[in-house]
């Protein structure tokens, strides 16, 4: 357990310690292979669904519909449900730990805990936004496929759509990271990830006020796809990202207080 600490010591750096710290939480997480599944899952179920949209798109125009939308931004429209499939792995990368009881074993590894904390969101940044460029990447093939001319798209919508999801991706991992250290437990975890992406915005959608309905602009789900497609009303893809910084900032701020505050 004293090993981290022998490396920034060696180092001189707290940069070495954290490369330390965060490929001892790849390890944690890639040994487990429900997580990795449900990386896998979300990939394939994205795919699926995108072929699924194609076809409608298709059939839709085709009956005199404007249903002409780039294949990738099809693809990116069915992050909508596969981002619970990436929200749930990020989330029990935390919770299992405290339902497992190995947290303790980790704060001794990592006494910091703002060091523990970081290369617990680095890694989850990475391997979500990764996930996400390559997952958009791959759905815009079947998505384009099933539907032809609807779905006709240049390389910058690809690009625009890919990076949109991985950031997106990314930060969301830190969201439910700040959820589950506030939770503690899977269920808690992953039904306030439901809520806020998906519940919430439902919700306050049905309240006949105005102001209600320019909140819900503001929800993560909602910067996500002005992010992702370059919309400028109500607010332009810079705005989307740092309202989403802000939602990252607020929660994972507010999880790293209470982390801070634990016990060993």
Known sequence: ????????????????????????????FFSLRSLSGLFLAGILTTIALSWVLGISAKASGDNGFDTMTPAPLLAFATL??????????????????????????????????????????????????????????????????????????DFADLVSAALGSGTYLALLSLMVLGLGLLCRNSAGAIVSTIMLVIGLPQILQLIPIQWVHDVVQYLPANAATLMATGATEPYGPGTAVAVLVIWVAVLLGAGYLRFKGQNA
Do not use: D
Not at 1 to 28: F, V
């Open 80 to 153: 909508q449900f596969g981002q619970l499939f990436f929200a749930s792995a990020s989330a029990l990368h935390i919770t299992n730990e405290y339902s497992s009881g190995t947290i303790a074993s980790s704060m001794q590894a990592v006494p910091q805990r703002g060091m523990l904390l970081g290369a617990k969101a680095l890694l989850l940044f990475i391997v979500n936004f990764l996930a996400g460029v390559v997952m958009i990447a791959l759905a815009t093939v079947p998505a384009a496929l099933s539907a032809g001319e609807y779905g006709t798209f």
């Open 1 to 28: 357990m004293s090993s981290l600490a022998i490396k920034e010591n060696n180092s001189g750096s707290s940069t070495g310690a954290l490369m330390a710290a965060t490929r001892a939480e790849a390890t944690k």
